[in-house]
């Protein structure tokens, strides 16, 4: 059995207004946590397979957070 390592960006946002929050997790922004999680599997976990996830939170007018998760929102083999 192969451990699996869950890296998980969460964004929050107050408003939608401007796009959801897991939006803003860009191909830049994966590229990035895949590169920082090579480097961490590498030292301390060089058997685990890893996992991207994505947690967004969007907050309603009272603070109330909607949450959502993306369990497997990329890979690291996704097309830049």
Do not use: W
């Not at 860009?26 to 996992?51: G, H, W």
């Amino acid at each position: 059995k192969l451990d699996i390592l869950v890296f998980v960006e969460v964004k929050t946002r107050q408003t939608n207004f401007f796009g959801y929050p897991e939006e803003y997790v860009d191909k830049k922004k994966q590229r990035m946590i895949a590169k920082t999680s090579l480097a961490y599997t590498e030292q301390f976990c060089p058997n685990c397979e890893v996992q991207f996830d994505v947690v967004s939170i969007t907050l309603d007018r009272f603070g109330v957070p909607d949450i959502k998760h993306i369990p497997e929102a990329f890979t690291l083999y996704d097309e830049p």
